[in-house]
């Protein structure tokens, strides 16, 4: 897995997201201040826009870059949780160039706990981490089993939209939803829309292609 | 929507113009959209920082000067502002005894800041301590969610914190006092009209011409319920009782006590609720100690009032009674 | 009708209670809805009392306090007070050294402020002196109508004319300053919607959703015109050029500069607009001075602001940075 | 003319006052503050329950009660400028139990010297002294003519409903209707309106019949 795969998987997931930003605007509109989807369409056009401008050599210094420009563009809550998603992903990759699947799998284990650090989440919290949590299992336990990284981020991917999904009938603890009380049970969780299509970018993008089955060693 | 303003995308860089036009006392970093006090930073005192989304002024440039806070960071209307400013008004204000950060307790605010504390600990080294204010009984609290938001309280608190660095004392001090002030304080409003954020150009919620929405957030968030308009009398029970059942106040005790607008409702009605207010707490044998009447912390154009009780032993009285010279308070100077 | 009330016949009698808890500096009369400094009367110092129709506050009761009035009278909303009160506050803050009125002309203020002071002339003996404030562009001055509205300017000339009363200047002196306050200063508003009386229950004129009303007064009468609503920037020029136009301020000039909401808009959009003026008379190479921004004489909930300008010389501008301790204007002490 | 004629005066102005509140209110509305109706109603019942309180024994002392009540109670412009109106009538009388027709006529033009002096008005300026001023005319002229007080006071109430309808197609230049400016044309005047019903009840009362003619010398 190469650092221009992790770039082709943030510029997918930028376009994933300017596709849906209207439908994250208004899940946010139902149970927050619907401003979820131009929050982080803001973020991510000008995260692409970033490396466009200077492209990084190393991993960690893309993911920074995106992470950074989250946490400096967006604001709220979700620039801080998905800044610092990003940027403990870089982190643990760290200054190269290519990463093994179970290098990727522990990054991304690492942004989760960023994400937990950050915003106190746990599960059935109604957020991003309940659509983020399971993916990362997931990733984990394909990889242990042998499947390619291919095949391990299609079923993460799965993981996440099945974990988005199950937001629908949580009650909010976490974030500008838990204010609702009980009248946020009923409605998917926009934070945890965004972590599925996310997760849909990196199973769509050549993460799996180029790294399948090679290890570094 | 009818506001005076120009572009709707331009309301918090051109009302940082004005306050900087306004109050020569106050500079104005525009780029970060900082306001802060032309004569910072303080060696001989800790500093206090503040800020949030916009769309609650005076909150919180209203209160920076002597007396109060050193900077104040606005964000976007109602979205906190990110770390960079935050970090950048830190180092501003940061004259070597440390800053204080007061934080409205919003999931965005609280990480934003924190991030920010971050950088600038690893940055500078400087001591930063934060304190976050959680004082709306409309939420229910716990430890398992996001809690209380942050409102009236945040106002009592940013004077009283700013007096007693204006003393001298040190970070840990004032954090103390602050989270005193935060710890004795509780608030309620209730909405009579939706706010309209500029950019969104319609109401944020619809409210039938005979309802109220009580326990409403600053941010036009839904409140306990919705109910129908009633006199000023019953709404003052309605703010005040849960108030004081939260937590709990008692017969004997000092407050201040704190009647304010949100935006949208003029000074006449506030005194009719503070009338109300005052009388509920006189039969409880409530001392109302000092008292504070007007938009303070406001949400745009919503109509509306928030009642915020502290309960304030003599130390906290006298910091609140200390000079403070801000745009927004005044006294003693 | 959305307000903060309980029935709409006792809202001036209810605020003014809600006055008396919340100042104790304050007392009030409530037979004849007088609020007084409570160390009133001062032997050494002219009195100043003021008055007129409720419904702007903080003018007038807001004003009451060290530096600044003695004594106001609350008249219904909208409605000037009748005599009686008014006599009894100038008895009331007289301590010998005399009394100044100061009223804003209205047929019905000067009429009955007038009334007044010849009771008080027959009865006490003590001299009395009056101003009429006469500073609304909106309205074509002449002495053959009953000329321009009193507006923004009495709230500057309250502040300037206490401060010289402070000073212990005679009855004549501070009359002459007062006077000179109005006849150097001019304002014209604006209205993006109606005030609504509480004891009519509906708004007092309709304003279309993309209206708005040019050289409005302050009880919501007809303006210059009406118009579409337009920038923060038109508005600040409409308002501004025909003040300029009126005195005629001109280059080289010290202004306080006071922009003024009516009631039911927020400071965020005040602070807007006040940098809209100071750009414009940065332009015309007139100096902001001083400056005020805020609320002090509204229109119950009108959504909309005034802009007034006094041209002010070394010994005014020393009068206005003269302390004042009052519940909605104070500095210096 | 005796006293009682006077209080028999005033109440039946009470009653036509009430009667047309709405319209006076309305006819404000249009040009003013829409209160004029309820002010002059507030104050004339007010004095009416002043005088069946107390009823005062001499002219002066009636109608200053009267005077004194409307100035108290009424406020606006219409309180000073009516109470003034019957304080001068009621002086010019004094302490007299009856007097002459002349008397009356000679207090009515004391009492719009009162309403000069407090309101400045002058003819065409588009208020009650457009109603007042052509009533004392008529009633001087038509006793100087020999007629006696009911033809009189006829006279006088016919020359201020004209005076009233003049009021119409005027440009407002005092009180609150001269904001207006031309706005203000095409709409009559409230105060006048109010003018015309007081001599109205004038023409109606007992004043004329039981003072017709008589003289006491
Ligand atoms: N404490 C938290 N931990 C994890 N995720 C959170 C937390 N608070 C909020 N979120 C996520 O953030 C999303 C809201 O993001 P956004 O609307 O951009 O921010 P804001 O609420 O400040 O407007 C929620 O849908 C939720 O998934
Ligand atoms: N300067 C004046 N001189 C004589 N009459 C006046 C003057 N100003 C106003 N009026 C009369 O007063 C009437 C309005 O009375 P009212 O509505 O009760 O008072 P306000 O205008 O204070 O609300 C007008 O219709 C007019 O006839
Ligand atoms: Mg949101
Ligand atoms: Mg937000
Ligand atoms: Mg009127
Ligand atoms: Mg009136």
Known sequence: ?217 | MKKLINDPDDVVVDALKGIEAAHPALKVDHEHRIVYRADAPHTDKVGIISGGGSGHEPLHGGFVGLGMLDAACAGEIFTSPVPDPILAATKLVDGGRGVLHVVKNYTGDVMNFEMAAELAAAETGGRIASVVTNDDVAVQDSTYTAGRRGVGVTVLLEKIAGAAAEQGRDLDAVADVARRVNANGRSMGVALTSCTVPAVGRPTFELGEGDMELGVGIHGEPGRERLPLAPAREIAAMLVEPVLADLPFRSGDAVIAFVNGLGGTPLIELYVLFHEVATILRGRRIDIARSLVGSFITSLDMAGASVTLVRADDELLSLWDAPVSTSALRWGI
């Open chain 1, 1 to 217: 897995m190469t650092t221009a795969a992790l770039g082709q998987w943030v510029r997918r997931f930028a376009d994933l997201v300017a596709q849906h930003r209207d439908e994250l605007t208004d899940l946010d509109s139902a149970i927050g201040d619907a401003d979820h989807g131009s929050n982080m369409d803001r973020g991510m056009q000008a995260a692409v826009a970033a490396l466009d401008e200077n492209p990084p050599a190393t991993s960690k210094a893309l993911l920074s870059k995106v992470g950074m420009t989250l946490v400096s563009k967006v604001g709220g809550a979700s620039g801080p949780l998905f800044g610092t998603l990003f940027l403990r992903v870089g982190g643990s990759l760290g200054e190269v160039a290519a990463s093994t699947p179970q290098e990727l799998a522990a990054a991304l284990r690492a942004g989760l706990g960023g994400v937990v650090d950050r915003g106190k989440a746990g599960p059935g919290d109604k957020t991003m981490y309940d659509a983020l949590a399971p993916a990362v299992d997931a990733l984990d336990a394909a990889l242990s089993d042998g499947a390619d990284l291919s095949v391990a981020l299609q079923n993460a991917s799965q993981a996440a939209a099945a974990g988005r999904d199950a937001t629908t009938p949580m009650q909010a603890r976490k974030g500008r939803a838990s204010y609702l009380g009980e009248r946020s049970v009923g409605h998917q969780d926009p934070g945890a829309t965004t972590v599925a299509l996310l997760l849909e970018a990196a199973a769509g993008s050549s993460l799996g292609a180029s790294g399948s089955g090679r290890r570094d060693t």
